[in-house]
């Protein structure tokens, strides 16, 4: 488990150093009405399944924060992440639940629809996703309004490597828990 740490640490570092390549700025408030947007395919899986997706849960108590950490592979793909409880985000003890789908880029956070007081904040790296023939101008970290509309996410950093096929967020604000995810 600490080697994923580590690993997400590392690849954080080197993707920093090329801030200036394919990154974007998003200090911008979220966009009020929803955009018509497709997930990313995680190719590795692409045929259906009834498995859930991949879970990692964790209680925290709201008023001292915590962190959950993220890791898990689908194939050759690889996640791994964390995901920030600040102190105050939320009264009492919750149960939190981070489901990866197996087939596309986007997680389900529960217990959902929950918000919070304060947001939390999420790092997360996927690794080895195939993005060849996607226009990583057109990628972008979104939530999901409802069942048509994305809203694209505040958050500090993102990065896209088409020909490396990493997808990196650094920062996103969860203000509520609903599905999060790269879409294009």
């Known amino acids: 488990m600490k080697i994923y740490f580590y690993l997400l640490v590392i690849i954080i570092a080197i993707i920093t150093s090329f801030f200036t390549s394919c990154s974007y700025d998003n200090s911008v408030e979220p966009q009020e009405k929803g955009e018509k947007k497709?997930?990313?395919?995680?190719?590795?899986?692409?045929?259906?399944?009834?498995?859930?997706?991949?879970?990692?849960?964790?209680s925290i108590n709201g008023e001292t924060g915590g962190t959950i950490e993220i890791s898990h592979s689908i194939g050759k793909v690889q996640i791994v992440g964390n995901l920030y409880i600040p102190e105050n985000a939320f009264s009492g003890n919750l149960n939190f639940k981070i489901e990866i789908d197996r087939q596309y880029t986007f997680q389900d956070f529960y217990p959902s629809p929950y918000t919070f007081q304060q947001p939390l904040k999420l790092d997360l790296v996927y690794l080895n996703v195939d993005l060849r023939g996607v226009d990583p101008s057109k990628i972008d970290f979104y939530y999901m309004k409802d069942a048509q509309n994305f809203?694209?996410?505040?958050?500090?950093?993102?990065?896209?490597?088409?020909?490396?096929?990493i997808l990196v967020v650094v920062g996103a604000e969860l203000p509520h828990f609903s599905r999060f995810g790269w879409a294009k």
């Open 38 to 58: 497709t997930w990313i395919l995680v190719p590795d899986n692409q045929t259906l399944s009834s498995e859930i997706g991949l879970l990692t849960e964790k």
């Open 151 to 165: 809203i694209k996410a505040n958050y500090d950093y993102i990065k896209i490597d088409v020909e490396k096929g």
